[in-house]
């Protein structure tokens, strides 16, 4: 979807300790021009309107509301909870979360680039979607109702990732 690309994981991401063995594993990719750490681009992603929507879904779906604030909080590394997230892993440039059954994991990294124009970050996002607990080993996942969704879950991913660079770039 416009800027943002479909693309292997890079070296060294967190979220690549899940590919593989029946795990749906997804990752997206978009440049955006200027330097941009990761807690500006976590803020970035968890506060666009889009994303709104989703905290605004989970706090009437199952009672956990989060706020702009928490957001920033976890994008400094402040806390490790938001919303139904838990941090599993953060690095200085990348952050891994685990939804609160374990079930799907959530990636944000930044890289650094020099480009002719000067310097831009490439701004990754990814998803994890894990076998329900006590599938048969090796069994496909993601189940029948996530597959019949990828459509709906890709597209999701590229609108998300594209608001957040449109956020960086105000």
Known sequence: MFSVRSCALPEGALLASYAGAGVYTDCYAVDVAGAVSLARYVTAFYTTPVFRLERLILRWAVALPSTDSQASRLAAGESDAFAAWQVEKRGDHQLL???????????????PLETANGAATRLYFGSAVLPAPGSVPGA??????????????????????????????D
């Open 97 to 111: 979360l685990a939804d609160l059954r374990g079930r799907t994991r959530s990636w944000l990294m930044v890289v």
């Open 140 to 169: 496909s996942t993601p189940g029948p109702g996530f597959r019949a969704l990828l459509g709906f879950h890709r597209i999701y991913s590229e609108v998300l990732l594209l608001a957040a660079k449109s956020r960086l770039v």
